[in-house]
């Protein structure tokens, strides 16, 4: 069984960055592609972003393009997004999410993180 477990959730201001990270632990990963969602509250579940774990390959949400970046650290079996010129419409919990190819985007993972509160005040 593979963990994901998300950190560096928080409260910022309008404008502000943050860097939010997901480590797999448990069993290895072997998933193709790992990935960000989110979901404010009372909306429905966002796809943010993905990266392939061999080749780096990304895809974004169109709400975060240009201001988000994924990136991952294998050896550290981590993925990262690092979120700039955060605003109120950014407001939501951000869930981790492995699979096996960039079908992820739709929501087709195997493993799911349990979620970190991002919270932009304006």
């Known amino acids: 069984q593979v963990q994901l477990v998300e950190s560096g959730g928080g409260v910022v201001q309008a404008g502000d960055s943050l860097r939010l990270s997901c480590a797999a632990t448990?069993?290895?990963?072997?998933?193709?592609?790992l990935g960000w969602f989110r979901r404010a509250p009372g909306k429905e579940r966002e796809f943010v972003a993905a990266?392939?774990?061999?080749?780096?390959?990304?895809v974004y949400g169109d709400s975060v393009k240009g201001r988000f970046t994924i990136s991952r650290d294998n050896s550290k079996n981590t993925v990262y997004l690092q979120m700039n010129s955060l605003n109120a419409e950014d407001t939501a919990v951000y869930y981790c999410?492995?699979?096996?190819?960039?079908?992820?985007?739709?929501?087709?993972?195997?493993?799911w993180g349990q979620g970190t509160q991002v919270t932009v005040s304006s």
């Open positions: 999410a492995a699979g096996a190819d960039f079908r992820l985007r739709f929501g087709d993972a195997s493993y």
């Open positions: 448990g069993r290895t990963l072997s998933s193709g592609v």
């Open positions: 990266i392939t774990r061999i080749s780096g390959s990304t």
